[in-house]
């Protein structure tokens, strides 16, 4: 069961504001408790879109949001986001002061667009290609995390140079991560690429692979064609790297 109070919101995370003539001031429940409104925009709003295609905004709070099916626009605005894009060549993105955010693309082609702070992006098998736009404003503590999800290792990895956007493959699959603007400026890049198997590999060391790969040339069709002296030196690099 639901209850959808339609048009309190619009604008965007900039510029969002609330209809004040569409708004239900305090929500009062069987057992006496009650939510004023200050009290569940502190709280964090959790949202759904549809099958189709929608556009989502947040408010200040912790936010989870979930675009479902369709090619979705979700903007978590500030405070904390958790953007799930599901199905669909879905953007997401935040304030550029939001802080802690998680970023699911899910599959299709997804923008993803981070903040100042710490943005976490999660990328598992079958989401298709991914594009991640950081920004950095020289915050001290700020970690920036592409997460790797479950089945997928250092070796599957083929890091890569495209033009100045840093490109990740997974080898034997069409999935791809591309960094943009990686090369561009230390600004735009993620200080840590992490695997399910708790594996890590920082943003200081990325070049280690790209170098390492370029020698036996780029994989075609999603596989490597390494011969196993090849592939016995490059996981001696992988290894290396990835700790």
């Known amino acids: 069961d639901k209850v959808i109070v339609k048009n309190v919101f619009s604008g965007t995370s900039s510029t969002a504001t609330v209809n004040s003539n569409a708004l239900i001031e305090r929500l009062e429940f069987a057992d006496g408790s009650s939510l004023t409104w200050a009290q569940i925009t502190q709280q964090g709003l959790m949202q759904f879109g549809t099958d189709g295609k929608d556009e989502m905004i947040g408010y200040s709070g912790i936010d989870e949001m979930h675009g479902g099916a369709g090619n979705d626009v979700i903007d978590g605005g500030t405070g904390t986001n958790r953007l799930y894009g599901g ?44 594009t991640i736009y950081e920004i950095a404003n020289g915050y001290a503590n700020v970690t920036d995390v592409l997460r790797f999800g479950e089945g997928i290792g250092a070796e599957q990895i083929w890091l890569g140079r495209s033009g100045n956007d840093l490109q990740l493959q997974l080898l034997g699959t069409d999935d791809q991560v591309f960094i943009k603007n990686w090369y561009s400026s230390t600004s735009s890049q993620v200080e840590q690429f992490q695997l399910d198997d708790g594996r890590a590999l920082s943003s200081s060391q990325v070049n280690n692979l790209v170098n390492a790969m370029a020698a036996f040339g780029a994989p075609a069709g999603g596989e490597s064609g390494l011969t196993p ?4 030196q490059l996981d001696l690099v992988i290894a290396a790297n990835w700790q």
């Open 229 to 232: 002296t090849q592939k016995e």
């Open 87 to 130: 199905a669909g060549n879905d953007t997401l993105k935040v304030s550029t002061t939001a802080r802690d955010n998680l970023f699911v693309g899910g599959t299709g082609d997804d923008t993803l667009h981070g903040s100042f702070y710490s943005d976490t992006y999660l990328f598992n098998l079958g989401d298709g290609a991914d």
